[in-house]
Structure formats: structure tokens, C-alpha cells
Nanobody
Framework: QAQLVESGGGLVQAGDSLRLSCAAS????????MGWFRQAPGKEREFVAV????????YYADSVKGRVTISRDNAKKTAILQMNSLKPEDTAVYYC???????????????WGQGTQVTVSS
């Protein structure tokens, strides 16, 4: 059974950086596309970034492009979301997800973590 566990969230000030990690188990990690999504209070879950199984392709939401980098270490079964120049509007619960195809749609991802809270104060 696939399990994804996020970590690294917290309370930071605008302009700070955070590094979110997603540790995977119970799945052939290197065969899965990994994505990051976020959900702010009262809003729908939205796409943040996605990386191909081999790590060679990445895509980002326009709202985070240039500030966020997604990466993965298949040997360690870990996906990383490095976030820089954080803004108050980045405040949300951040989820990692595993899927079979590169997509920006949450419905294309099969397994989800429990989420980690990121709060950015102004």
C-alpha cells in the first residue's frame, strides 16, 4: 500500500524559504510521477508543480514559477519542493501526490499524503 508523508511546513515571514519533503513507501517510486498541490482555506485544491518519473521534466503553476523548484531522489524515494520568496498568498496546506501521467489535475493522481501546513506572514 502506497504511503506518502510530507514534512517541512511551518510558519515563516514573507520573503523566506521553505523546503518541503515527501517520503514515499510501499510503491515503486521511480515509476511514478510526483506532484505537489495546495489548498487554502475556503478554496479548491490547486496544482503547484509536477515532476516526471525520471526527473527530466517539470511543470509549474504560473503563480509559483520562478520561486519554486520541484525535484526528486529516486534512490531515497523522496520528492522535494523548494519554495523561495514566499508570499502570504502561498499560505495553504501542501500535499504531495503520486500518479502515472504528468498532469496538473488532481484527479490524475492516485495516492496522496496527509498534507503539511505552510503559513506565510506579511
Amino acid at each position: 500500500q502506497a504511503q506518502l508523508v510530507e514534512s517541512g511546513g511551518g510558519l515563516v515571514q514573507a520573503g523566506d524559504s521553505l523546503r518541503l519533503s515527501c517520503a514515499a513507501s510501499g510503491m515503486p517510486f521511480s515509476r511514478y510521477v510526483m506532484g505537489w498541490f495546495r489548498q487554502a482555506p475556503g478554496k479548491e485544491r490547486e496544482f503547484v508543480a509536477v515532476i516526471s518519473a525520471g526527473g527530466g521534466s517539470t511543470y509549474y503553476a504560473d503563480s509559483v514559477k520562478g520561486r519554486v523548484t520541484i525535484s526528486r531522489d529516486n534512490a531515497k524515494k523522496t520528492a522535494i519542493l523548494q519554495m523561495n520568496s514566499l508570499k502570504p498568498e502561498d499560505t495553504a496546506v501542501y500535499y504531495c501526490a503520486a500518479g502515472r501521467t504528468i498532469s496538473t489535475s488532481a484527479t490524475d493522481f492516485d495516492s496522496w499524503g496527509q498534507g503539511t501546513q505552510v503559513t506565510v506572514s506579511s
